[in-house]
């Protein structure tokens, strides 16, 4: 117990200190719920404890019947052939007005959030993340998307203030 009150009151002191040094965080004009939902393919993140050593990590959204989104990402651990690990959350829009801005919860109480940053218009391809800058998750529809899109969308969230010496590729099986 004692280990979960020290998480938490590092990651409140994280964000009050380090929330202020950044401009807000724009995100996409309008996402269509129902075009989002569908499976994604993870192509690069932020390395976070939950996904360390995964591989062929994919997000499974889908919206309920109350307007709030079932998520399921899947991955294996160390290999393509490595054991399947499942975690299923639940996110809510926080913005009605865009859609862009959700909150997720894998287990209660907490929630992160889940800023839709960039989505192409065809909903092929988005970056996700955190208004603090401390998550990130580049998703295509195919285990991996465009490379000069990538290499834009890079430029323009440093601009943003993320640091990207912390992003990885996810490795994707070409099975």
Known sequence: MRVIWFC???NLFAAIFTGCAYQPL???????????????????????WFEKDCVNVTAQYTVRS???IN?????????????VKQAKG????????????LRV????PFEG?????????????????????RTLWFLSRKPAMDES???EWRRSLAADGFDLSKLIRTAQSSK
């Open 8 to 10: 938490v009151l590092a």
């Open 26 to 48: 724009a995100t996409v004009e309008h996402v269509d719920l129902d075009r989002y939902t569908g499976t994604w393919y993870e192509v690069a993140r932020f390395d976070q």
């Open 66 to 68: 109350d307007g709030k």
């Open 71 to 83: 998520v399921l990402n899947s991955a294996h651990l160390g290999t393509d052939d490595g054991p």
């Open 90 to 101: 639940v996110a809510r829009v926080v913005d009605s007005q865009t859609n862009a801005k």
């Open 105 to 108: 919860w894998f287990f209660w």
């Open 113 to 133: 959030d889940y800023w839709i940053l960039r989505l192409t218009p065809d909903y092929s391809a988005v970056v996700v993340g955190s208004p603090d800058r």
């Open 149 to 151: 899109l990538y290499e």
